[in-house]
Every structure is written in C-alpha cells, then in structure tokens.
Nanobody
Framework: QVQLAESGGGLVPAGGSLTLSCATDGRTFGSYHMGWFRQVSGQDRDLVAAVSWNNDRLTYYADDVKGRFTIARNSNKNTVYLQMNSLKPEDTAVYYC?????????????????WGQGAQVTVSS
C-alpha cells in the first residue's frame, strides 16, 4: 500500500511563505508522477502543481499560482515539496499530495492512484 505523508501546513499571514512536504517510499517516488491539489470546503479538488517522475523539467502550475509556487523533488529523501510564496487569503485550502502512473494534468481527478491525508493551509488577511 502506497503511503503519502504530508507535512508543513499551518497559518501564515498574507504575503508570507510556507513549504509543504510529501514523503513516500523509494519505489513510489521513483516511478510515479506526483503533485499537489487543493480543496476548499464545498468546492472541487483542483490541481495546483505537478512534476514528472523522470523529468524534473516537466512541470505544471495552475494559472493562479504561477510565479508564486514551486514544486520540486528530492530523490535523496523521496520527498516532493511545494514552496509557496506571496501567499494570498484565497490560497487557503486543504492541500493534498497525489501520485499517479500518469502525469497528473492528464488524469481525471477521480482516477488518481494515491492521495495523501491533506494538510490545512490558512492565509490570514
């Protein structure tokens, strides 16, 4: 059973920064595409950022986070990070790590192979 362990959520003022981490086992990290979704209560879970398992230069960012968020992989730690800068109150959501055998922008949300437990990010105005 694949496990995605998220950490790093919290409360931050507008304009601040936060880094989310998603750790998994080596087999998963070395063969699955990974990324981050976010969900506001009562709304859909939307893809925020994604990175390919075999090409760190193949990334995806949602339009509203481009230039502010950066996704990165650390193969030594089997961990994917989401560095979030210039945070806005509208970034407030539960953030979910996800892993799939396909690059995440190409996968329907309900077909995603694995999900983390979610990390709350709250940006105060």
């Amino acid at each position: 059973q694949v496990q995605l362990a998220e950490s790093g959520g919290g409360l931050v003022p507008a304009g601040g920064s936060l880094t989310l981490s998603c750790a998994t086992d080596g087999r998963t990290f070395g063969s699955y595409h990974m990324g981050w979704f976010r969900q506001v209560s009562g709304q859909d879970r939307d893809l925020v950022a994604a990175v390919s398992w075999n090409n760190d230069r193949l990334t995806y960012y949602a339009d509203d986070v481009k230039g502010r968020f950066t996704i990165a992989r650390n193969s030594n730690k089997n961990t994917v990070y989401l560095q979030m800068n210039s945070l806005k109150p509208e970034d407030t959501a539960v953030y979910y790590c996800a892993a799939d055998s396909q690059f995440l922008p190409r996968v329907r949300r309900y077909e995603i192979d694995y999900w983390g437990q979610g990390a709350q990010v709250t940006v105060s105005s």
